[in-house]
């Protein structure tokens, strides 16, 4: 019989129910997974319905207003952190102190400081750990990288990553935690291009320089509503000051010579999630659009020059999509990809040693993040 493993959420908003479903849907996917996931407790401040939903729609047996409550008294073996950026760090490490396997969400930390302390903690404690950097779990990306390793791109010349979206386009958009410092650590940088980096190094390999530039668009927002969410409308309230940056775009270079661009955006307006990678060699090129989730663009096996794409479905065999649909050109969405971060925890758990992405590759990302705002601070390359 399948070992249990109890599970405790840590910030039931999106991202928290984003997690207590991929743990619920474990094993319709993954029927031979060593573990099997059951909702014992979950955490949330917030004033609205959030603990009784998760009770009543998720099944969590327990509620707590209060995260360290929860830790004290439960028996946990996986924690998931998914609340505000500020809370990361110290409930990550009293879970990992605790002996608490770790899913914590993207930043870490609200620097790289924080989240080399996490990691430390985690390893200290002999824990296992995924970390929410969802976008290389698609067939797709998998698929990319296979590519890219097989050298049928040739050496990769040049790569151009880009995270843009419009969540905060709005100037009536409410001023949550997102715009604080404080709280979040960082605009833009730790919510979108702290994805984008790590998806270029799982593609491509290591960044190892760059140069930054930054831009506040909306510089003052009106007050948030109780536990908005950052697509939420303000109140009618005094207009306050937005404390980091809405845009930023880097230049890049890779370990292996490719140049790079990056760029992240929260207030692009006709822009929603528009998220992928597009990676050229001196023998071919491939593109990735998360808005297509399903479809690699490839341009492999030709003569270099007048050489045209073509477009792959995925199919079953490439990454996990045959866990999820059994033929080419049927669609997964979003919360697949939570499903698989789970599923490599669950195995990660089980065999005491890292799958997939984890506190480390977590570390890498915000310290490529920490070098952006060095660039940014001092106007010059920095070197990773």
């Not at 779990?137 to 590519?147: D, G, I, T």
């Amino acid at each position: 019989m399948t070992r249990e493993l109890r599970v405790a959420v840590v910030g039931f908003g999106w991202m928290g129910q984003a997690h207590a479903r991929a743990y619920a849907r474990l094993l319709h996917h993954y029927p031979d997974a060593p573990l099997r996931p059951r909702l014992v407790a979950v955490a949330d401040t917030a004033d609205d319905d959030r603990l009784a939903r998760a009770a009543a729609a998720y099944g969590f047996e327990r509620t707590y207003r209060d995260w360290q409550t929860l830790l004290d008294r439960e028996e946990v073996d996986v924690v998931s952190v998914t609340g505000p950026n500020h809370l990361h760090a110290k409930v990550g490490t009293a879970a990992a102190a605790a002996g608490k396997h770790l899913w914590i969400e993207k930043p870490v930390g609200r620097s790289a400081q924080e989240t080399r302390t996490v990691a430390a903690a985690a390893d200290a404690a002999g824990v296992q750990s995924a970390v929410g950097f969802n976008y290389r779990n698609a067939p797709a990306v998998e698929r990319a990288k296979e590519l890219v390793n097989s050298g049928r791109l040739g050496v990769v010349t040049h790569v151009d990553v880009r995270f843009v979206s419009d969540y905060a386009a709005h100037p009536q958009g409410a001023l949550t935690w997102r715009f604080q410092n404080a709280f979040a650590g960082s605009g833009v940088l730790g919510d979108l291009a702290s994805h984008a980096s790590d998806l270029a190094r799982f593609v491509v390999g290591d960044i190892v320089e760059l140069v930054a530039d930054d831009a506040r668009f909306i510089t003052q927002r009106p007050p948030a509503v109780g536990a908005s969410s950052h697509f939420a409308r303000g109140s009618d309230g005094p207009l306050a000051e937005v404390e980091n940056e809405d845009y930023v775009g880097a230049l890049l270079r890779f370990a292996g010579g490719a140049r790079g661009t990056l760029s992240a955006s929260r207030a692009s307006v006709g822009e929603q999630c528009t998220y992928g990678i597009e990676v050229h060699g001196t023998e071919g090129a491939l593109a990735w659009d998360f808005r297509r989730m399903g479809e690699l663009r490839v341009c492999v096996d030709q003569d270099p020059q007048d050489a045209s794409y073509t477009t792959w479905f995925v199919r079953p065999g490439d990454g996990e999509l045959g866990a999820f649909q059994p033929g080419t050109g049927i669609a997964m969405g979003y919360d697949d990809l939570k499903v698989i971060e789970a599923e490599r925890l669950v195995r990660s758990i089980a065999a005491g040693k890292h799958l997939g992405a984890t506190l480390h590759d977590a570390v890498v990302a915000a310290e490529t993040v920490e070098a952006m705002r060095t660039s940014l601070t001092e106007r010059r390359w920095v070197t990773l």
